[in-house]
Structures are given as C-alpha cells and as structure tokens.
C-alpha cells in the first residue's frame, strides 16, 4: 500500500483507484478533506452544465494541489504550537492532565470510554503515526458520537465537557464513485454557495468560534469548504518521535467542537430522505435490523427523481458503454451506534449506469420485496413447527424455541451477494435492453427461494426424530412451499413477470 501526501493525493487523482483508509468511515472522512480543498482552492465547476463537461473531459484537479504548495507550511504543521492542523490549541493547558492514550482518538477503539471499568485501554500509550492520527482526527470531526468528554471544565467552561454529535452520524452518507480517485472527486464537486469560503486549518484560523462559557449558538456554513473541513470536535494531539525518528501520536485530548446549523438543500446534498414510522422525515439512517442493501431503492428513486444536486446531477450524464461493468457506483456509509457507543460501519456500492436509474430502481425495489417475503415466510414456518413439536411450551419460552427453528439468521447474509450479482446483470444488460430487469429478477427470486428451502430443512433438522416431530417438519414445509407458489407471494417466486 502506497502512501501519499494530501498534494500528491490531488496532483496524481487520476492516476490513483481509490483511497485504503482503516475504515469506511475514515475513507469518507478523508474524501470530505481533499473536497473541502477542492473548493477552498477554486478547483470546482461554476454550474451543472460545466459539472458534466468536467466528468466527460476528466478536469484535471492539479490547481488544488498547485493551491496546496502555495499555503504556509505552517498552517498545514499538525504539531504547529499555536494553530495544529485540525486541532484545537486552547485544549492546552488541560493536555498534561487529562489526555489519554490514542484509544479514545480512534472511533472504532474508543467504544463508550467504559470497555473496561478502569479505563485502563484509556491509558495505554499506543502510539501512532501522525498520519493515521490526522486520519482518526478527520473521522471524529464528522461521526463523532455525542457523549461526555474527558477532561474537566474549569478552565474554557463547561460546555467543553458537551460532544455533540458529528455532522454525518445517525444518517447514511452517500457517495458517488468513479473509476479513479479524480473522477470521484469530481463526481462530488459542485457549483459553489454562499459568500466568499473558508477552509478550517485549526480552531484559530478560519473565523470567529463557539466558546465553551453557555448554550452553543450553532453556526451556518459559509460555503462547502467551510462545511467539509469543520472541526465538529476540539482534538489536540500529544506529539513523540518513534523508534526511528518518525512522527507519532502517544498522546490526545478530545473536548466540544462545533456545532453547525444546516441547511438540507445546502448541505445535504447527498442526503436521501425517509420516513420513520411515526412519519418524521429524515435522511436514511442505518439501522440494527435493516441491511443497507435492503435500502438501496431508495438511492435509485433518487437519482430517477431529484429535481437538483447531486442526484439530478448523475441523472444528467451521458452513458458511453466501455466495458460490461457499471461506470460509476453509488456508495453508502453510515456509523451504526447504541447511543453514545459506536458499534460498527455499514456501507455498500451500488452499480450505477447513467439512463439506468428506472431500471435499477425496479430491480432493487422488487429484489427487496422479494427478500424480505422470503424471510417472513421462514419465520412463519418455524413457528408452525414449534406450535406442533411444542404444544405445551409456556410462554416465555416460545421465542428461544422458535429462534432454534428460524432459518432468517442464516438467510439475510446469504441473500446479500445474490443480490448484488442481480444490480449487475440488469447494468450489463445495458439501457438499450427493452426489459433488463424481468429475466434477472425471476432467476434471483429463484435462486433466493432454493437456497431459503435448505436453509429452513437444515433448521428443521435439529428436531430429533419422533412423530410429533415429522409432523411439525412436514407442516412447515408445507407452509413454506404453499406460499413460494401462492398468488399473494412476488410474481417471480412463481418464475412470472411483476408489472408494476
């Protein structure tokens, strides 16, 4: 794995496929940075029409790293004593006191500061290299998760103590993916808003900010490099050399950084919006019990009918065919948490081919439905077979009964790769296909019942052989089967056509 300078990153875009950070989130955390450089240096299109002469001419993004060599080196030194880069200086005269080990600075390793109860992961030097550690600053300033902050107030208010949650946490971000790291880069790219911009090097540079005395006004945005480059956390970075003189990371203070006030037709350009059950409407959000294929319709639904941004965007492109594959993927990334306490990434790509998005929209609308009939059909056959191989069974000991019978467990990750496999066929069978989405969408729904049905007698089989037991094994594959073929389950399960 190579490694590259944030200039080298922009003077060689089209030469590089894609970034390999740690984590999806620190990919995105690094994609926002080199955007908000992109448009601090000017390098961005001044309207949609010069947007898709840029991603059909691949614009070269060599003015932002030319933008780059001209600032002050000293704005750009992450151990700078007064303005470190991404960090927040006040943070200071707290650092000898209360900073920590690099656990807390890494979103995956920091878990709600209690994994163990003395904190002692906490303690632990574990240096990194200054670039991992600039790296974990960009993702904790955008999925930063709310919480208490580990250090004491006294000294720049109370408020410090307060981390509000980051930007991009609780929702899905979404990103447009190219061939190259330029071309995604472009993808992204925008016509500018708002009054002249400002990238935020540190907490004093940039323009007024929050103090930690009172209730936090949140602030607007004064531009996307504004936006993409805001500190949403007041980090500062314990510098030591390593064994062979190289930059490291041993020690680091985290407090309250900003909050911002956004605009969703702004700053959410990306942003594809949902209903919860109680009808709010918000940006999709990843979900515990939901996978994010599973929401990948709603991505398609947008680029088919965003009327402006970023969707209405791809929607505009021409499609030049080279190759079979997609040209383009849509990705998704969002940080799942309980509460304060982050548990994991969840992100999927999604083919995507300009003139394409009815057709992929149709394909993972129904591919989804079709998912999910399946699974409801397993949970209802394993409780007809515990109803029968368990009449007496009490109450509270239904749901371990029927979880031992439930084949969803093993269905919904082996559904995933399926698919995608569909996505990709209906791409290669290409917009000029009258009807690319029926054949794959029959053969998916197929292929997904088959490996359903062994799923379920492999459950079934954990029942030890006695009449009771044949019987309640018979009933639910019977019910399993009744309704693959009955006229309320999709139309594909039945090898026919759904028109919708």
């Known amino acids: 794995m190579a490694h590259h300078s944030l200039r080298a990153l922009l003077a060689q875009a089209d030469e590089l496929a894609f970034l390999d950070c740690v984590s999806p989130g620190e990919n995105v955390a690094v994609i926002e940075y080199l955007l908000a450089i992109c448009f601090a240096s000017g390098t961005c299109p001044s309207s949609d029409q010069e947007w898709q002469?840029?991603?059909?001419?691949?614009?070269?993004?060599?003015?932002?790293?030319?933008?780059?060599?001209?600032?002050?080196?000293?704005?750009?030194?992450?151990?700078?004593?007064?303005?470190?880069?991404?960090?927040?200086?006040?943070?200071?005269?707290?650092?000898?006191?209360?900073?920590?080990?690099?656990?807390?600075?890494?979103?995956?390793?920091?878990?709600?500061?209690?994994?163990?109860?003395?904190?002692?992961?906490?303690?632990?030097?574990?240096?990194?290299?200054?670039?991992?550690?600039?790296?974990?600053?960009?993702?904790?300033?955008?999925?930063?998760?709310?919480?208490?902050a580990r250090m004491p107030g006294k000294r720049l208010g109370p408020k410090v103590t307060n981390l509000a949650a980051g930007r991009l946490i609780g929702r899905i971000r979404v990103v447009a993916l190219g061939q190259t790291l330029g071309e995604t880069l472009r993808l992204n790219l925008h016509p500018p808003y708002g009054p002249p911009d400002t990238f935020n090097t540190s907490w004093t540079t940039g323009g007024e900010r929050r103090t930690f005395t009172g209730p936090v006004k949140p602030r607007r945005p004064r531009g996307p490099a504004d936006l993409h480059s805001s500190l949403g956390r007041s980090v500062l970075l314990g510098g030591v050399r390593g064994p062979q003189g190289q930059a490291m990371v041993d020690r680091v203070l985290i407090g309250a950084g900003e909050v911002l006030e956004l605009d969703p037709e702004l700053h959410l350009q990306d942003a594809v919006f949902s209903e919860t059950v109680s009808g709010v409407r918000k940006p999709l959000w990843p979900s515990p019990t939901r996978d994010l294929w599973q929401q990948a319709h709603a991505l398609y639904s947008a680029v088919r009918d965003a009327p402006s941004g970023m969707y209405a965007r791809l929607r505009s492109l021409r499609y030049e065919r080279e190759g079979t594959g997609a040209p383009y993927q849509i990705w998704a990334v969002g940080l799942l948490t309980n509460q304060s306490r982050p548990l994991s990434w969840v992100d999927g790509a999604y083919p995507y081919a300009p003139g394409m998005a009815t057709h992929l929209y149709r394909a993972s609308r129904r591919g989804s439905d079709i998912a999910e009939y399946i699974a409801s059909t397993l949970k209802k056959a394993a409780i007809r077979a515990a109803e029968t191989a368990f009449p007496a069974m009490r109450a509270a000991d239904e749901a371990g009964q029927v979880a031992r019978l439930d084949a969803r467990s093993s269905f919904w990750p082996s559904a995933e790769d399926p698919f995608h496999e569909l996505l990709d066929e209906v791409v290669g069978l290409g917009p000029e296909d009258d009807d690319p989405t029926s054949e794959p969408l029959i053969a998916y729904a197929a292929g997904l019942m088959a490996t359903a049905r062994t799923q379920l007698l492999q459950k079934l089989d954990a029942l030890p052989p006695s009449d009771t037991n044949h019987e309640a094994r018979a009933r639910a594959v019977r019910l399993f089967e009744d309704a693959m073929s009955g006229s309320r389950g999709p139309a594909e399960l039945r090898g026919e056509t759904q028109r919708d």
Do not use: K, M
């Not at 002050?72 to 992450?78: A, G, K, S, V």
């Not at 303005?83 to 200071?92: G, I, K």
């Not at 900073?99 to 994994?115: F, K, M, P, R």
């Not at 974990?136 to 998760?145: D, E, K």
């Open 53 to 148: 002469d840029w991603i059909v001419g691949r614009h070269p993004l060599i003015s932002a790293a030319d933008w780059l060599r001209d600032q002050p080196d000293e704005f750009w030194d992450l151990f700078h004593p007064t303005h470190p880069l991404a960090q927040n200086a006040q943070l200071a005269g707290d650092f000898a006191e209360s900073a920590t080990g690099t656990a807390q600075l890494v979103i995956e390793h920091s878990g709600d500061y209690n994994q163990h109860f003395d904190h002692h992961h906490l303690a632990r030097g574990n240096p990194l290299p200054a670039s991992a550690a600039f790296r974990a600053a960009l993702t904790q300033h955008v999925y930063g998760p709310y919480g208490r």
